[in-house]
């Protein structure tokens, strides 16, 4: 019987070995200097930020830990936003049932400590970010711990920080009891096959559905509405998502939010008993 | 920085994605019935014993500790074998330096004890094994618990136990301070590239020295002969190393015995600084 943070750490794992996920590293594709190996890495280190949830840390000091240890890899940025979907949904898990309503209850009940733990995070690992808003600039993440006195002075919790992320996909999650990665991860349930399988397929509908948020500000709005569209024709047969994993791949179209709700989605099924 | 007990995880991990590694579940192949998750699962659930071993527990406790926790998952047994080596070793590298002096030491210090909760690890997952020599029924391992009471009357220890193993390639490992384990781990670190290529190239080598226990236990002494003399011609270009890996899976070759020595020589490479 695995625990919550044992089913985190095996949802990292099965979402990395899905496969074909177009544009991912994945069982069958590595990108340059981004390797599955270094996934692996991520996924050990991270086991004791997400213990740290379980065990009933705040949201954010378990996060900054389990970032930290994801970083303990020559990859950069394996897990990070993984990371941010499932802390809350493991401390979730470890109190009670997870619901979108209990998820919801963890999120909004996080603190300017949280806040500023979350910041702190991006010291341990350089995350691909947008520009902040007009008149954000003191709140820009990139800015790691100096950015925690303009956070302590405006009082902004994590919930707040998430709030004023809107459009980001793994922000709006956070604020909205998760709605997408629990009806994926129902779809899992009923979906059959091996857990990986089911993974690869939910991301290729996640895909489908929205415009993932990574590759518009990695690789701009036009490869995130290419990528959605063709997530669509390969979800309707008419690409061959292999072939279009090798061409995103090579192209650098890297749908890196997409993967972070499905590893979610993987995580709620988990707890929900899927069979591995 | 990763523990000895994560590090021993992340062996687990880069073992079975290290490809090809022929006959092997690897990145890029399954079984029929033992699947790439499986194994996954597997390393998720072989941590919690791994770490018992790290906080000087005896070894035979967290062996069955780590057995239980692997045997989480459908696919059966993933990583006995391995977990036979790496427990000890992880036992010896929490409490001073690893080298095969104290590794040896390790598992002459065995008890009866350990050697009751060695026989309780089968138990929990269905293992291939030979029959037992003549005059050994009672202390068939495959009898589980029923055989501790002749453990216990004969006063063996789990060192006396894998003496008695001789030819296994596990035991005689056990039973030698790692020879193979360790000169392995020292090539690896001379080795270029990622980790999980270092241990195929490691697997590779193994299995051109010396038969695989596995094999000829569950595809006899002819597909022993053979697993060994085919990957030498690997080893020397006369033969593709992912032909033989397609050939092995299709006719049921396993080297299992082998990848058990491969994921140890993993871990020992980590520990002395193996970079991921």
């Given at each position: 019987m695995r625990s919550p943070a044992n089913n985190a750490q095996l949802a990292l794992l099965l979402e990395v070995a899905g496969?074909?996920?177009?544009?991912n590293v994945d069982r069958h594709r590595d990108h340059p200097d981004l390797h599955f190996d270094h996934f692996l890495a991520g996924a050990v280190g991270s086991l004791s930020g997400l213990r740290r949830a379980e065990s009933g840390a705040p949201v954010g000091e378990a996060f900054e830990a389990a970032v930290e240890g994801m970083s303990?890899?020559?990859?950069?940025?394996?897990?990070f936003g993984c990371l941010l979907l499932l802390v809350p949904l493991v401390r979730t898990a470890a109190t009670g049932d997870l619901t979108r309503e209990r998820a919801r209850e963890t999120c909004e009940a996080t603190t300017v400590a949280d806040a500023a733990d979350f910041y702190r995070a991006f010291e341990h690992v350089d995350v691909a970010v947008d520009d902040p808003p007009e008149g954000m600039d003191a709140l820009d993440v990139r800015r790691g711990a100096d950015a925690v006195p303009a956070l302590e002075e405006r009082g902004l919790t994590l919930y707040d920080v998430m709030g004023r992320s809107e459009g980001d996909g793994n922000a709006d999650e956070w604020t909205d009891g998760f709605p997408r990665v629990f009806r994926e991860a129902e779809r899992m349930l009923d979906d059959a096959g091996l857990a990986s399988e089911r993974g690869a397929r939910a991301f290729l509908r996640l895909l489908a559905e929205r415009e993932d948020g990574f590759v518009r500000t990695t690789s701009g709005p036009e490869a995130a509405r290419e990528a959605r569209e063709r997530a669509a024709a390969a979800l309707d047969g008419a690409e061959d998502p292999e072939d279009l994993a090798e061409e995103f791949v090579e192209r650098g179209i890297n749908p890196g939010t997409t993967a972070d709700l499905t590893c979610a989605a993987l995580f709620v099924a988990l707890e929900r008993g899927l069979d591995v």
């Open positions: 496969t074909p996920k177009p544009g303990d890899q020559r990859g950069g940025n394996t897990q």
